[in-house]
């Protein structure tokens, strides 16, 4: 099963990319993928490349007149003969996987209950090699660990202008047939780069979707938003009575989504991209 991260415009439309910008940038691809794959195939999260288990990224010789890598994702749970197949049940869920992952981390919201959700479920129905694991939670957690990933397959975009944009996707002999996440351009590059805080405190409604009781992180869905937005717990809101709160929003929630007992009131400052975008809350109080 093939991913192809290809570069273009500028100094890629003569073949050339800075050295360092480019290494960074495949590095960048592998280890997104290799996380990635590895929640599929396993269920769990890792934070590094080299722990993925049960599977392995290759990389196919460069092309003459492109500037793109190709990568080849391998395992004996993924494959159909011999390499990681999209028609398998793991590889179908990888490459729907790899986009909501990839759209998720620049600010493209996917609605996990109808697009990834549900193909879990649906191939949970008739294979048992899905992990049970694999909830909208563990993604989440995926999403901020590839973080830094996603920020390096810009690097030839923002740092040296080599390239204009980038696109990655599923391929068939590195030939992108399925793009997953967005073309990757200085806007999208300063999405995940620029986080500033603001200072307005301001009231929000919501219901929790996810919550980490070791980070005190989660995802709350805001209406006015149309999305789960992350948000953390600031040190004065980390009291019992207020993760009380959480907690009861995010299981009745859990038990039935349109509860609107589930709806919790919070004051937060807000976390945002250099354009402006709400990237977060930084939870102060809630109600």
């Known amino acids: 099963m093939e991913f192809t991260l290809e570069f273009d415009g500028n100094e890629a439309d003569r073949n050339l990319l800075d050295f360092y910008d480019a290494a960074q940038a495949f590095g960048g691809f592998q280890r997104s993928l ?10 769990e999260i890792i934070t590094q490349a080299p722990a993925l288990k049960n599977a392995a990224i290759l990389v196919r010789p460069p092309e003459v007149g492109s500037w793109k890598a190709v990568a080849v994702v391998t395992g004996t749970i993924l494959l159909s003969g011999g390499v990681a197949s999209k028609d398998s049940v793991l590889g179908h869920l990888l490459t729907s996987a790899y986009d909501y ?3 998720e981390s620049l600010g493209f919201h996917v609605d996990f209950e109808k697009s990834l959700g549900q193909q879990i479920e649906e191939h949970r129905a008739i294979s048992d090699e899905v992990p049970r694991e694999l909830d909208q939670g563990k993604f989440e957690a995926l999403i901020e660990k590839v973080e830094s990933a996603v920020r390096d397959l810009h690097r030839p975009i923002s ?7 980038a696109i990655l996707g599923e391929s ?10 967005p073309t990757l351009d200085r806007a999208t590059f300063e999405y995940i780069d620029v986080t500033n805080l603001g200072s307005d405190q301001k009231s929000y409604a919501g219901k929790v979707s996810s919550y980490n009781s070791n980070t005190y992180k989660g995802r709350v869905y805001v209406e006015d938003e149309g999305r789960p937005v992350p948000f953390t717990l600031a040190e004065v809101s980390r009291d019992s009575k207020t993760i009380s709160k959480i907690v009861g929003s995010l299981s009745a929630n859990a038990m039935d989504r349109f509860d609107q007992r589930a709806e919790i009131r919070f004051s937060a400052l807000r976390y945002e991209s250099k354009n402006g975008r709400l990237k977060g809350f930084l939870i102060l109080r809630v109600f």
């Open 34 to 43: 290799a996380l990635t794959t590895h929640l599929i195939v396993n269920g």
């Open 101 to 103: 992952v990839i759209s």
């Open 159 to 165: 740092h040296s202008g080599t390239a204009a944009t």
């Open 172 to 181: 068939q002999s590195g030939l992108i047939v399925r793009k997953t996440g």
